[in-house]
Structures are given as structure tokens and as C-alpha cells.
DNA sequence: ATTATGACGGTTC
DNA sequence: AGAACCGCCATAA
């Protein structure tokens, strides 16, 4: 039964890995935008990225990945919210809402650099 | 191959 | 600040 392997799966296993890996690898505290994960796997899927995340993201720290502005993934930013408070992520009030502070919360997997190659 | 969609990005009005 | 439009890439049908 080896020799039958799983194609389609292991394809879209590729960039879904990809992109939890990049999730994973997030510090508390800080955030990626969709564009800067999809950065970091060498495309611009910024919107694949978001997909992998609606589907797999529920093993992943989806909160910790935001979209380009400082604003929460839609449809879950009071979820998101919460997250931030407690893990102390800079958020910015506005006078109806609320934004995070990209200038501090963004970080990149560079900054860290655990990876050898 | 083609079409439509998506937890997007950026620009323009 | 909110809405509209286009561009970009990956996936599903």
C-alpha cells in the first residue's frame, strides 16, 4: 500500500505546512500580516494564506496573524482582541475601534533567524 | 484549461 | 473613514 502515496494531498500539504510553520514560529506579543506569511514562503498568496488558515488554522495561533493596517481577521477580531490583552500585543485605540500597533507587533521570522539555512 | 472564490494588499474616490 | 476596483496567488469544482 506504500506505493500509493497521496498526491493531491501532499500538495496542498506543501503550502498549508508552510504556512502553519510560519504561524507556529510566532512570538506572543507580536504578528504577521497574511502578505508577510505568504512573504516568508516566497509568494503573495497573501489570500491562500488566509484560506490555509480558516481551514487548518484551528490548531494554529490564527490571532497572531492580522491584516495589513493593524486590523484582526474578519469575523473573528473580538475573538482576537482577547488574545492580544493577554499576551500584551500593542494595540492602538481609535475612537470606535481598535488596531494593532504594527509599528511594535510586527515581527518577522528573520528576526528570530533559528533557521540554519 | 477555465471560472469562481477567499480569515488579502494596495490604490483611488 | 468607508466603499469600490484591481491585482496577486492557491484551491476547488
Do not use: C, N
Not at 76 to 99: D, K, S
Amino acid at each position: 500500500m506504500p506505493s500509493d502515496a497521496v498526491p493531491s494531498d501532499d500538495a496542498a500539504a506543501d503550502f498549508g505546512a508552510a504556512v502553519a510553520e510560519v504561524v507556529r514560529m510566532i512570538p506572543p506579543g507580536h504578528v504577521m500580516t497574511y502578505g508577510d506569511v505568504a512573504a516568508a514562503l516566497g509568494s503573495r498568496a497573501s489570500r491562500a494564506v488566509g484560506k490555509v488558515m480558516a481551514h487548518e488554522g484551528a490548531d494554529l495561533p490564527w490571532w497572531r496573524v492580522v491584516r495589513a493596517g493593524g486590523h484582526p481577521p474578519l469575523h473573528h477580531e473580538a475573538r482576537a482582541l482577547e488574545h492580544y490583552r493577554a499576551e500584551g500585543t500593542p494595540l492602538v485605540q481609535g475612537t470606535a475601534a481598535w488596531r494593532l500597533d504594527m509599528r511594535r507587533a510586527r515581527w518577522s521570522p528573520s528576526t528570530d533567524a533559528d533557521d540554519p539555512f
